[in-house]
Nanobody
Framework: QVQLVESGGGLVQAGGSLRLSCAAS????????MGWFRQAPGKEREFVAA????????YYQESVQGRFTISRDNAKNTMFLQMNSLKPEDTAVYYC?????????????????WGQGTQVTVSS
């Protein structure tokens, strides 16, 4: 059974930074494409960023491009999301997930294991 545990969320002022971590059981991070998603109250869960396996290509939602950076540490089986220049509209619960499907990495249904989420709140 794969377990994903997010941490690093919190309350930050606009313009601030947070670094989210996703610790995985087993060798999940080093053997799968992994993604970050977020869900704001009353909204659908949306794609934020992904890092592919094995090449390590990165993809971002347009609204976070240039502000967020996804990375992974294979030795620690951990994925990260460095979030800079945070905006109030970034407020959401952030989830990490493991991709199982063979196609579109932007879609929620392509991911089979999810963490419990970590709250990020950006005040104006």
């Amino acid at each position: 059974q794969v377990q994903l545990v997010e941490s690093g969320g919190g309350l930050v002022q606009a313009g601030g930074s947070l670094r989210l971590s996703c610790a995985a059981s087993g060798r999940t991070v080093s053997t799968h494409t992994m993604g970050w998603f977020r869900q704001a109250p009353g909204k659908e869960r949306e794609f934020v960023a992904a890092i592919t396996w094995p090449v390590g290509l990165t993809y971002y939602q347009e609204s976070v491009q240039g502000r967020f950076t996804i990375s992974r540490d294979n030795a620690k089986n951990t994925m990260f999301l460095q979030m800079n220049s945070l905006k109030p509209e970034d407020t959401a619960v952030y989830y990490c997930a493991r991709k199982s499907g063979a196609s579109n990495l932007f879609q929620v249904h392509e991911y089979d294991y999810w963490g419990q989420g970590t709250q990020v709140t950006v005040s104006s």
